[in-house]
């Protein structure tokens, strides 16, 4: 399984990104994707995920932090999971990874839950 990540970069507070994390090697449409970040001399902390309930139905989940700003998506025809990122603010600084769990995975704000990452991407907001 590989998970590679893509779309960071600089960026002035009030812009906007949007990652991405294209997945190969497991069943993509069955599987929960979740986005986590990584500060400075802080722990690894949970963005978003959509986790899969069953069916083609997904459950979306944001961090207090980014809702309203964030959001997730998900094309399984490219096996890809996006992250757009609005009203970026200093405090969203971090290196940005994406993770895959197959099937049903709770509580997708763990990261424990999750079994592939993705190798990180760096998002930098100037203030």
């Known amino acids: 399984v590989q998970l590679q990540a893509s779309g960071g970069g600089l960026v002035q507070a009030g812009g906007s990104l949007r990652l991405s994390c294209s997945a190969s090697g497991l069943t993509f449409t069955t599987s929960s994707m979740g986005w986590f970040r990584q500060a400075p001399g802080k722990e690894r902390e949970f963005v978003a995920a959509?986790?899969?309930?069953?069916?083609?139905?997904?459950?979306?989940d944001y961090a207090d932090s980014v809702k309203g700003r964030f959001t997730i998506s998900r094309d399984n025809a490219k096996n890809t999971v996006y992250l757009q990122m609005n009203s970026l603010k200093p405090e969203d600084t971090a290196v940005y990874y994406c993770?895959?769990?197959?099937?049903?995975?709770?509580?997708?704000?763990?990261?424990?839950?999750?079994?592939?990452w993705g190798q990180g991407t760096q998002v930098t907001v100037s203030s």
């Open positions: 959509l986790a899969w309930t069953g069916g083609n139905t997904y459950y979306a």
């Open positions: 993770a895959a769990g197959g099937g049903r995975r709770y509580p997708v704000r763990s990261p424990s839950v999750y079994d592939y």
